[in-house]
């Protein structure tokens, strides 16, 4: 483990402070990489893909020989899967897991406000969705839990990193054990994204991305600051971490998938290294740059497509309105601290007033003003967490799952622009070959008759990897759309609750003061 | 015996109106001051207001019985200078020198509501019809309330001096209430202005210089330690709550622009979650209307009964402050008179002179007592008064608030 952690140098050879978690140049760095494992893997004999298209995969160079014959494994599991006609209703299918967070807002939480409380890194899970054996009303059953948990800081100064325990309760068959626990770091959660994006996206999976990287977060948290700040970073990102498993895992396709077994799974993993491009964002970047060239072409789509296009200007349209909500949001929870700020000021000031007047009863009736003031400012703390662990969190995670909706219908149409490049090729090959047969060159004939075999065998392969796309692209839309639903239903009304719960308070304190005003005499 | 009782009754309510302002709900009748003597009437209240580009004007509205004015019951129009110029005429009345002066209402500042409205006009082209309209009744509604607001600032003043057994009689008063002409009360000219802040310096030095000397009178050294401190705080305490109820204003306008995207949301979406969008979207849209009442509130039964009392608090140690000067007149007085003696020269002058501040200060003294003593009631009785009602109107919104939720959480888990 120790020998990998040096990253490999990048073009211009920048001494890099280490950390898993730092963004240098991952732009420029991840294309590098690009380019020339696309070209690794098409010059290679036993291509694992049997789709034309190369698959982008960064990590098959990353993590050793190993991977490779995975991945050979992975595509006939994928194809299998993919023809096999998973229907939606199959039992790996089913609701895996819920997204539910924990319901009671305990007063020991983890505060976005700064200064004024004292967090441990390890504090109770307030938003963790995972300790939740939640019936849905139309009792789905669990075969599957995860979670994540107890952030440990490993290492010091800039080499260090947190380290996260990933847990699982299964009764699948398929894994060794029926509860397992494991320790993986930042780097390794993105690692398993890349893998899994590289291995299905283009082939129309709606892959979830992983968390963002952070690096002032980070690198507070190495530094050592034992500030809520950075307990606060380590919580979120620990949620955020949660969550992505969790969708992960919810996926029938990539549940089945080795890697993502391994990950659960295996006390070691290798390390995953070259993570500067691995970032969700990095390679939704990536997908998105290619999008780009592509949309630059007027490309004609046929018939079929009015769905593809109705769902894409949806999608668009949502994506919109997301950010736009996630934007609202997340000043709320600003104005939400402030207000908690501010009505702690107001009650330690309401206190020093209550102590100078000279009225008994009314300075009484001030400082117990001050202590319903200092309350109700631990209400506004918690609902300030409220408002961002389950409503803009779940605003933001969406925004970045769209991008992958997105990326999937972007590589649709590569696949189909590819298909239509064979076919011209194809036509050119014909053209050259009927030019031979005035020419009458023996060799070179026999040659463009092998190469016009060839090019007809792409245009059908063509054919049918743009058909596997679209179709499972439409499944794909179909189960997303319906955990979409789900998910905000589910969140949405979990924070209405937590909303009621701050009303609840507030009517208990106020209660509680009206008779001690009414006391003044 | 049956009308004093209820004179008095009534005696006892004019003193204790405390700054309620804009309850809009318990804005009940105005306190009808009875004067026990003459058994004459003076109610005053502010019956109608109007506010132009730059300035407010007033309608005062008097109703009395006394004999000194022309009619039962007339009007006249006012503008804030003039209740500047009345109470500062109050304060310069060496008559008035035991008294707390109750203090000017402050300035009507529309600015900042003025503002918005232009933004938002600016704004008009990025925004949806929706979202335009309903902004602008937003901030119409704010302008309104701060509206109200002034109004209910400049008629306590009046109510105030009506109330006092001796200022209600104040000639310049009755001119401010009757006189419909205009006042022509100019602003401060610079010359007068540039005076204003050397006075305001030298008699800070001598706050200072005064409030050092420690008094013989327990009651009068107790109120000097007690107001120094307490108007510090409330000082405090003021701004504490302005701010507080300025993040509660933040959080209500969120709730408005939360509630315009889920709409939009509501409006478009492909699945199930379109209605349910738009049932939040309308969820939200209540709530801002409640969260903004809940500032509106704060404001009114918090921040303006502090605001209001570290003007008055400050009344308070301006008449220490003039006792304290007239004490240190009559040493003064004393040590002229020694000298007189002294050297046997104008003596006579220097006794008439020591006596007149001797009565000066016993005079002051006494009302400056009472004064206080009656401050400290009102204090009390307009603080008991507010946090009552804040405490209720607290309950009320949090009560509606829950209910609100909880039917939308019915209708939301329902349709599942």
């Known amino acids: 483990m120790a020998a990998e952690r040096e990253p490999p140098p990048f073009g211009d050879g920048d001494v890099e402070a280490e950390g898993d ?24 004999p036993s291509s694992p893909e049997p789709a034309s298209l190369p698959a982008e995969d960064i990590s098959v160079k990353s993590n050793g020989p190993k991977s490779d014959t995975l991945l050979d494994d992975d595509h006939e599991d994928l194809f299998a899967e993919a023809t096999d006609e998973v229907s939606l209703d199959s039992p790996e299918r089913e609701h895996i897991l819920s997204p539910e967070p924990t319901p009671p807002i305990t007063p020991v939480s983890p505060t976005l406000i700064a200064p004024r409380s004292e967090i441990k890194i390890s504090h109770p899970m307030m938003f963790d969705r995972s300790k939740e054996i939640e019936e849905e009303a139309n009792g789905d059953t669990f075969d599957i839990h995860v979670s994540v948990s107890d952030p440990e800081k490993v290492g010091d100064g800039m080499n260090a990193y947190m380290a996260y325990r990933v847990s699982t309760k299964t009764t699948l068959s398929m894994f060794n054990s029926k509860e397992f626990t494991v320790k993986r770091r930042f780097s390794d959660f993105l690692g398993l994204h890349s893998k899994l994006a590289a291995k299905y996206m283009h082939v129309g999976y709606i892959v979830p991305p992983a968390p963002e990287k952070s690096l002032v977060g980070m690198t507070k948290v190495k530094v050592g600051k034992e500030d809520p700040s950075s307990a606060d970073f380590v919580e979120k990102r620990r949620a955020s971490l949660e969550r992505y498993l969790q969708r992960t895992i919810k996926h029938p396709t990539l549940l089945q998938d080795p890697d993502l077994r391994q990950f659960l799974e295996s006390s070691e993993l290798p390390r995953a290294v070259n993570t500067q491009a691995l970032s969700g964002a990095g390679i939704l970047r990536m997908v998105n740059k290619a999008a780009d060239a592509v949309n630059k072409m007027t490309i004609k789509m046929n018939e079929s497509d009015a769905w593809f296009e109705e769902k894409q200007q949806q999608f668009e349209n949502l994506d919109q309105q997301l950010r736009k909500l996630h934007t609202s949001v997340d000043l709320l929870v600003c104005h939400r601290k402030e207000l908690s700020a501010n009505t702690a000021a107001f009650a330690k000031s309401a206190a020093m007033l209550g102590n100078s007047e000279d009225h008994t009863a009314l300075s009484r009736a001030l400082s117990q003003l001050a202590e319903v003031e200092e309350k109700i400012d631990q209400l506004h703390q918690e609902q300030a967490c409220a408002d961002f662990y389950l409503f803009a969190e779940l605003l933001s995670d969406y925004v970045r799952l769209i991008s992958s909706v997105k990326g999937v219908f972007d590589y649709r149409m590569k696949c189909w622009q590819k298909w239509q490049d064979a076919q011209a090729t194809l036509q050119k090959k014909r053209e050259a070959d009927a030019k031979l047969q005035y020419a009458n060159k023996p060799d070179k004939m026999q040659q463009a008759k092998e190469e016009i075999r060839e090019w007809e065998a792409r245009v059908q392969q063509g054919e049918r990897d743009f058909e596997q796309i679209s179709k499972t692209i439409r499944k794909e839309v179909g189960r997303f759309e319906k955990e979409r639903v789900k998910d905000f239903k589910t969140v949405i009304i979990k924070y209405l609750e937590s909303l009621v719960q701050t009303q609840q308070q507030l009517i208990k304190y106020w209660e509680a003061f009206l008779p001690e005003a009414k006391a003044i005499a | 015996p049956g009308a004093s009782l209820a004179a008095a009754a009534m005696m006892q309510e004019g003193l204790d109106d405390g700054p309620d302002f804009l309850s809009e709900e318990d804005r009940g009748p105005r306190p009808v001051i009875v004067d026990l003597q003459t058994d004459a009437i003076l109610q005053v209240d502010i019956s109608d207001a109007l506010s132009e580009r730059d300035k407010v004007k007033f309608t005062v509205h008097t109703k009395s019985t006394l004999p000194n004015f022309k009619q039962d019951e007339f009007s006249v129009v006012r503008q804030h200078e003039e209740f500047v110029w009345l109470h500062d005429a109050f304060v310069e009345n060496e008559d008035y020198a035991g008294y707390v002066i109750p203090p000017a209402p402050p300035k009507p500042d529309f600015d900042a509501s003025r503002d918005k409205l232009q933004k938002l006009g600016e704004g008009e082209g990025s925004m949806t019809k929706e979202e335009f309209t309903k902004m602008k009744q937003e901030l119409e509604a704010e302008y309104l309330a701060i509206f109200k607001k002034t109004v209910a600032m400049h008629e306590v003043f009046l109510c105030r001096v009506a109330a006092h057994p001796v200022l209600r009689n104040d000639l310049n008063f009755h001119i401010f209430l009757e006189y419909n002409q205009d006042l022509s009360i100019r602003g401060k000219n610079k010359k007068e202005k540039l005076e204003d802040f050397f006075k305001n310096m030298v008699k800070t030095a001598d ?37 507080l109820t300025k993040s509660h204003k933040n959080v209500a306008d969120d709730n408005s622009r939360i509630s315009s995207t889920l709409h939009t949301l509501g409006t ?145 888990k329902g349709d599942n």
């Open chain 2, 268 to 412: 478009q979406d492909s699945t199930d979650l379109c209605k349910f969008f738009l049932k939040v979207s309308e969820l939200f849209e209540k709530t801002r209307k409640i969260e903004a009442r809940v500032s509106a509130d704060e404001d009114l039964k918090l921040s303006d009964l502090l605001r209001y009392y570290l003007r008055e608090s400050q009344a308070g140690k301006d008449l220490l402050y003039r006792r304290a000067r007239s004490l240190v007149d009559y040493e003064n007085a004393n040590k002229l008179l020694d000298r007189s003696r002294a050297k046997n020269k104008d003596v006579l002058q220097a006794e008439t002179n020591q006596q007149l501040c001797c009565q000066k200060f016993e005079k002051l003294s006494e009302s400056a007592k009472q004064e206080l003593i009656d401050f400290k009631t009102r204090r009390v009785a307009a603080f008991r008064k507010n946090l009552v009602e804040l405490a209720e109107l607290e309950l009320k919104h949090s009560k509606g608030h829950l209910q609100l939720l909880q039917s939308c959480l019915v209708a939301l």
């Open chain 2, 207 to 243: 706050e200072v210089l005064v409030g050092g000397v420690k008094d013989v009178d327990d009651f009068f050294e107790h109120e000097k330690t007690f107001l120094l401190e307490y108007n510090n705080r409330i000082k405090d305490a003021a701004v504490k709550a302005d701010k």
């Open chain 1, 21 to 44: 978690d730092l963004e240098f140049r991952e732009a420029e760095g991840g294309e590098d990489l690009f380019v020339s494992t696309t070209s690794t893997l098409e010059s290679s």
